[in-house]
């Protein structure tokens, strides 16, 4: 199972941007997927998560940030609008499932860079 994420890069502050999250290779099934960033010097923090039950945010992103998803989770996508200087960060995604060997994966990508200009 492979996720790769595309769509970041520089925006200026109040911008927008939209990330993408494609899941691929021998899924069986896509249990979640969520969206996380890791700023320099900080712990990684929950931006956004998706599942069947609905979506999931964190405090600081609500509201400005929306996680969709196309093709049973097969991409997932992160739209941001208002983007803050603390909206810096690298992304990643992960996804949690099954693949088609009946075995369980959690699966990070190599995350994207978001640089938020002043």
């Known amino acids: 199972v492979q996720v790769v994420e595309s769509g970041g890069g520089l925006v200026q502050y109040g911008g927008s941007l939209e990330l993408s999250c494609e899941i691929s290779?021998?899924?069986?099934?896509?249990?979640?997927v969520g969206w996380y960033r890791q700023a320099p010097g900080k712990e990684r923090e929950l931006v956004a998560t998706?599942?069947?039950?609905?979506?999931n945010y964190g405090e600081s992103v609500k509201g400005r940030f929306t996680i969709s998803r196309v093709n049973y989770m097969n991409t997932v996508y992160l739209q941001m609008n208002s983007l803050e200087s603390d909206d810096t960060a690298v992304y990643y995604c992960n996804a949690r499932g099954y693949d088609s060997n009946w075995k369980s994966y959690d699966r990070w990508g190599q995350g994207t860079q978001v640089t938020v200009s002043s």
């Open positions: 998706v599942n069947n039950d609905g979506s």
């Open positions: 290779g021998g899924i069986f099934s896509i249990n979640g």
